[in-house]
T-cell receptor
Framework: ETGVTQTPRHLVMGMTNKKSLKCEQHLGHNAMYWYKQSAKKPLELMFVYSLEERVENNSVPSRFSPECPNSSHLFLHLHTLQPEDSALYLC??????????????FGPGTRLTVT | AQKVTQAQTEISVVEKEDVTLDCVYETRDTTYYLFWYKQPPSGELVFLIRRNSFDEQNEISGRYSWNFQKSTSSFNFTITASQVVDSAVYFCALSEARGGAQKLVFGQGTRLTINP
């Protein structure tokens, strides 16, 4: 595997379910990100992890819970979601930390539908 | 606050036409970086170019070219002789450092459709 991978690619869940999104980067990077992309707000930064420490929580509701067990893996735990949470969830990584110049590398995303 | 504006929501042109995507940014930082990303229908954002605030030279890469003008806070992207495979959503982004990690502020994106 190369680059940034995300699983599952598609997920349909009910509002009472609990599920997790997984992201893995094979680039040796130190920073990882979760973004939400919906029709209303194209790309919203949700969380930033640098060296496995959360450095940004962009006013995200507590029904989204991130976890970064090591610099290669990032999870987004979901529970009691709302239909408006349906979106494409993108994971990204960058060499980091604190380096403005590096581009972020994105995974293919998980298309989430909340019913 | 940092802000990126892509005023063109959608553009549709016929193949082989030239097309320019506009990007205007706001920042109080003296050192910053600008990026362009392409998002094809598959969903994955693909990095196209990075430009730092001290380098105003225009850049050309094949059919792609970028015009960075600090005086007007713009970083426009031109595709010459467009092709159907160029159809995608294009995002302009500005980087800032937050809490020890880089944060990208994205524009709203421009959906580009190249018709055969």
């Amino acid at each position: 595997e190369t680059g940034v991978t995300q699983t599952p690619r598609h997920l349909v869940m009910g509002m009472t379910n609990k599920k997790s999104l997984k992201c893995e980067q094979h680039l040796g990077h130190n920073a990882m990100y979760w973004y939400k992309q919906s029709a209303k707000k194209p790309l919203e930064l949700m969380f930033v992890y640098s060296l496995e420490e959360r450095v940004e929580n962009n006013s995200v509701p507590s029904r989204f819970s991130p976890e970064c067990p090591n610099s290669s893996h990032l999870f987004l735990h979901l529970h009691t979601l709302q239909p408006e949470d349906s979106a494409l969830y993108l994971c990204a990584s960058s060499p980091g930390p604190g380096l403005l110049s590096y581009e972020q590398y994105f995974g293919p995303g998980t298309r989430l539908t909340v019913t | 606050a940092q802000k990126v504006t892509q005023a063109q929501t959608e553009i549709s042109v016929v193949e082989k036409e030239d097309v320019t995507l506009d990007c205007v940014y706001e920042t109080r930082d003296t050192t910053y970086y600008l990026f362009w990303y392409k998002q094809p229908p598959s969903g994955e954002l693909v990095f196209l170019i990075r430009r730092n605030s001290f380098d105003e030279q225009n850049e050309i890469s094949g059919r792609y070219s970028w015009n960075f003008q600090k005086s007007t806070s713009s970083f426009n992207f031109t595709i010459t002789a467009s092709q159907v495979v160029d159809s995608a959503v294009y995002f302009c982004a500005l980087s800032e450092a937050r809490g020890g990690a880089q944060k990208l502020v994205f524009g709203q994106g421009t959906r580009l459709t190249i018709n055969p």
